[in-house]
Antibody, heavy 121, light 111 residues
Framework: EVQLLESGGGFVQPGGSLRLSCAAS????????MSWVRKAPGKGLEWVSG????????YYADSVKGRFTISRDNSKNTVFLQMNNLRADDTAMYYC??????????????WGQGTLVTVSA | QSMLIQPPSASGTPGQRVTISCSGN????????VNWYQHLPGSAPKHLIY???QRPSGVPDRFSGSKSGTSASLAISGLQSEDEGDYYC????????????FGGGTKLTVL
């Protein structure tokens, strides 16, 4: 059974940093691309970032480019999202999502339960 | 800015058929497939339709998808109370460095 378990969310002041983790199990992690998708209060889903299976290619939404960094450790079946210079509009539930092939361009087929990030003074 | 447009709301009574549209100005939408996700209250989003009209195993055949040109739609037949929630279309946008674009979401109410 595919399981994605996010952690690392919390309360942070504007300008601060957080590192999200997503521990995966139940599938061959190193064979699949992974993404982070967020949902802010009262808004819809927004894709944040994605990484190919071998970390050879990463992608970012314009809203986070230069502030967030996605990475993965295939030996630990974990994908990370380093978030720096956080702003109030980064407040959201952050979901980890598995893609159905090795490339980020392909659909998300499983999602985690999410970890909540709150940015406020 | 590349966008996918969905109606903000839809509704139906149990047993009815409802459709949710998704259209966009993504340059690659004419060639790239559309995917649909269901987000029920308190749950993780769920993969509903992929590659415009394919249903993952475990998704009831009440759910179906279609795409024509730069428009797509999700149809739900035999509407059930447990279908109430938010539905999102999504597609890969090849422009610039590439990114995923989600529609704004449609809140489905079962009356």
């Amino acid at each position: 059974e595919v399981q994605l378990l996010e952690s690392g969310g919390g309360f942070v002041q504007p300008g601060g940093s957080l590192r999200l983790s997503c521990a995966a199990s139940g599938f061959s992690f190193s064979s699949y691309a992974m993404s982070w998708v967020r949902k802010a209060p009262g808004k819809g889903l927004e894709w944040v970032s994605g990484i190919n299976s071998n970390s050879g290619r990463t992608y970012y939404a314009d809203s986070v480019k230069g502030r967030f960094t996605i990475s993965r450790d295939n030996s630990k079946n974990t994908v990370f999202l380093q978030m720096n210079n956080l702003r109030a509009d980064d407040t959201a539930m952050y979901y980890c999502a598995k893609q159905d092939t090795a490339a980020v361009q392909f659909p998300f087929d499983f999602w985690g339960q999410g970890t909540l990030v709150t940015v406020s003074a | 800015q590349s966008m996918l447009i969905q109606p903000p709301s839809a509704s139906g009574t149990p047993g009815q058929r409802v459709t949710i549209s998704c259209s966009g100005n993504i340059s690659s939408l004419g060639t790239n497939p559309v995917n649909w996700y269901q987000h029920l209250p308190g749950s993780a989003p769920k993969h509903l339709i992929y590659r415009s009209n394919q249903r993952p195993s475990g998704v009831p055949d009440r759910f179906s998808g279609s795409k024509s040109g730069t428009s797509a739609s999700l149809a739900i037949s035999g509407l059930q109370s447990e279908d109430e929630g938010d539905y999102y279309c999504a597609a890969w946008d090849d422009s610039l460095n590439g990114r995923w674009v989600f529609g704004g979401g449609t809140k489905l109410t079962v009356l």
